[in-house]
């Protein structure tokens, strides 16, 4: 595996890592009390993806080009190698949340008392060392099966996430079925995450946003939104695992929509 190779797939583990804490965050927001607070805190977690993405879709552009000038035989396994990063992030994420639970409510803590993110930090690092590693045990898993959440719902947010999850990457191997108008085909990632995130927006957060105020209102027990997140937490996985099977469909389906543009102008 080539170098480039290697920083897109760890670019990839971080995005998808990111998101997959921002559950963990949430939740520690709402066993201390401080859900608002923990949206903000969720917006410097949200930085990390933003900031692997601007690296990531650049250096996979340069992957397309050069298989562009030969080599193109190998570059669908590469972009099926970097689904494999999306997959592995998100499965870090959900092995480390009980300790990032943890660790989040320590911090937000904190961060109520010292009324900024960087005091809160230089607070809190001395006391990363009463965090104590865990990783979700066999009594977690058996309470995630004890019914209650649609499945509807769980099967939305995989397929949301195995779409958004396949965006840029279908975007650009699109670029590479159709040179004679790769342009338009990189330039129509939003066709894919556009409708991944009007679906995300109009379908689960307003649903996670209704239990989160339930439970801080007492009218739902805090179980009940630690088995949601759990399983929104295993249907994203399964998500970056339904991304494999979408990259081709994906890259079709806009190869498909960049003929019939061009062929209307």
């Keep these: 595996m080539s170098l480039q190779m290697i920083i897109v797939t760890l670019l990839t583990m971080a995005i998808h890592a990111s998101d997959t804490v921002s559950f963990s965050v949430r939740l520690a927001g709402i066993r201390v ?38 080599g193109g035989e190998a570059l669908l ?48 690092l001395p006391e990363l060392r009463q965090v104590r590693f865990r990783m979700p045990n066999l009594g977690m898993l058996r309470s995630l099966g004890a019914g209650g959440v649609p499945v509807k719902l769980l099967l939305l947010n995989m397929f949301i996430t195995g779409a958004y999850t396949v965006g840029v990457l279908s975007a650009q191997y699109a670029s590479f079925l159709v040179p004679e108008n790769s342009t338009m085909a990189a330039s129509s990632v939003g066709l894919i995450n556009g409708i991944a995130i009007i679906l995300l927006t109009v379908f689960i ?61």
């Excluded at 859900?35 to 410097?44: D, K």
């Design 33 to 70: 009390g401080k859900l608002a607070v923990a949206l903000s805190l969720n917006s410097i977690v949200a930085l990390v993806a933003r900031t692997s993405n601007l690296l990531q879709a650049p250096l996979t552009g340069n992957m397309v080009d050069s298989a562009k000038a030969g």
């Design 205 to 265: 957060d307003p649903k996670v946003a209704l239990l989160s105020d339930k439970v801080n209102t007492g009218r739902t027990p805090a179980a009940e939104i630690t088995k949601v997140f759990g399983l929104l937490m295993l249907s994203r996985l399964a998500g970056t695992l339904l991304a494999q099977v979408l990259l081709f469909p994906a890259s079709y389906l806009i190869t498909t929509f960049c003929s019939v543009i061009s062929s209307l102008l």
């Design 77 to 124: 396994a590469n972009l099926q190698t970097i689904l494999v990063g999306a997959t592995l992030g998100t499965l870090l994420a959900i092995l480390l949340s009980p300790t990032i639970v943890s660790g989040g409510m320590m911090f937000l803590r904190r961060l109520d008392t010292a009324g900024s993110i960087f005091s809160a930090f230089r607070g809190f």
